[in-house]
């Protein structure tokens, strides 16, 4: 079966600090690959997906970065944080069509907090 | 613009039957997709509908009419462990999913 491992779970950073966050999936092949953010009381913001190794498509410019150096490793990083990057981030896969699987499946969450 | 419409909260009773309802204008159709989201943790996928009409699934069932552009899901024999955000998810013609910002619901005894 497919897991789908994040982490850290919770990290507190002062502002202008880096960031990295890594998520890995298990028992899958080729996935396409997501990160989202939640700010408290909003809906999920779609910040990166990725369809393969070293592709990245970014939705929303801002000082975040992702990379995918593997086919079931993506990362997302930021040099500098920002307070406005404190958030619920969410590691996410869904399955390309020809697996036949295409339910968004999360992580259990990073809850990030810069002071 | 691309936009998914749903109740902040609601509050029901125990035992009882609620419906939580998601209007949504999207470029395109391709699914649309009900999560359950427990304060502090990750969302879980809850039901898939891309044909109208009513897919039950145990104690919650989900509903969609693509002419209306509206989906609801039913939760019946209400729970305490029930009490979480639900959000709705419209996959538009580009296969981007697009988000509600969700309905917090309180189940109180």
């Known amino acids: 079966s497919q897991t789908i491992h994040q982490w850290p779970a919770t990290l507190v950073q002062p502002v202008g600090s880096p960031l990295s966050l890594e998520c890995t999936v298990e028992?899958?092949?080729?996935?396409?690959l997501y990160w989202y953010r939640q700010a408290a009381g909003r809906g999920l913001q779609l910040l990166f997906y990725?369809?393969?190794?070293?592709?990245i498509s970014s939705e929303v410019p801002q000082n975040l970065s992702a990379s995918r150096p593997q086919d079931r490793q993506f990362i997302l990083s930021s040099k500098k944080l920002l307070l406005s990057d404190s958030g619920f981030y969410l590691c996410?896969?869904?399955?390309?069509?020809?697996?036949?699987?295409?339910?968004?499946?999360f992580g259990a969450g990073s809850r990030l907090t810069v002071l | 613009g691309q936009n998914i419409d749903q109740p902040t909260e609601m509050t029901a009773t125990e035992g009882a039957i609620v419906q939580i309802n998601c209007t949504y204008q999207?470029?395109?159709?391709?699914?649309l997709f009900w999560y359950q989201q427990h304060a502090g943790e990750a969302p879980t996928f809850l039901s898939y509908?891309?044909l109208d009409g009513l897919e039950e699934k145990g104690r919650f069932s989900s509903f969609l009419s693509r002419s209306k552009g509206y989906s609801y899901l039913l939760l019946k024999e209400l729970q305490m462990k029930d009490s979480a955000s639900y959000l709705c998810?419209?996959?538009?013609?580009?296969?981007?999913?697009?988000w509600g910002a969700g309905t917090k619901l309180i189940i109180k005894p």
């Open positions: 996410a896969w869904t399955g390309t069509a020809a697996s036949g699987a295409n339910v968004l499946t």
């Open positions: 028992g899958t092949s080729n996935p396409n």
């Open positions: 990725s369809v393969g190794i070293g592709q």
């Open positions: 999207t470029s395109g159709f391709n699914g």
């Open positions: 509908n891309v």
């Open positions: 998810a419209v996959r538009d013609s580009n296969y981007q999913l697009i």
